[in-house]
């Protein structure tokens, strides 16, 4: 999937070091290391409904699908402050559906959505009773994973499919990309 996400990409190298976001200041390297692998995931989204982004840091996975998916309303939970304002003024700059909220996942009420995506948060069975009590039911939750992780068994998620996505390093064999369905 091609979307132009130059502006998130200039908005990132632009506040990289202030806000502690990323070492990496090429954007090529940017792009492909953090974009190509997020918007991997869009092929797994539906076209309207709630996105859920745990941990969103700088805005990967979240941003880069709300871009590609603009029927979804995204929800980016970030426990850091100074990175919910950046996800905040990101949502503003690009114009995109949604919200920043600044907490920790567990803390929260029921968000009531329809997906769950999330990078490099914790283990994949620990990510899935993150995401449990945030989803519809029939709800997916759409995670990379290393290539040698097995699935998680976890109670309320059965495995839905899997598929190979790039892994945006030059010396990795790629990720795994599992959907989960919820209920």
Known sequence: MTVDCSAYVDEVMKFRRALNLTSVSDPAVFRRRFIEPSLALASFMPEAGR???????????????????????????????????????????????????????????????????????????????????????GGVAVLPVPSSAMPADINGWRLDGETRIPSGSENADGQLVRCYRYG
Do not use: N, Q, Y
């Open 51 to 137: 996105l859920l982004d745990i941990g969103s840091g700088m805005g990967v996975p979240g941003i880069p699908l709300l871009m590609a998916c603009r029927g979804l309303h995204g929800v980016l939970v970030e426990r850091r402050k100074k990175r919910t304002e950046f996800l905040r003024h990101l949502i503003r700059t690009l114009g995109l559906d949604a919200e920043a909220i600044d907490a920790d996942i567990r803390a929260l009420d029921s968000l009531r959505v329809d997906i769950c995506v999330a990078r490099a948060v914790t283990e994949e069975g620990a990510l899935l009773r993150m995401c449990a009590p945030h989803m519809v039911d």
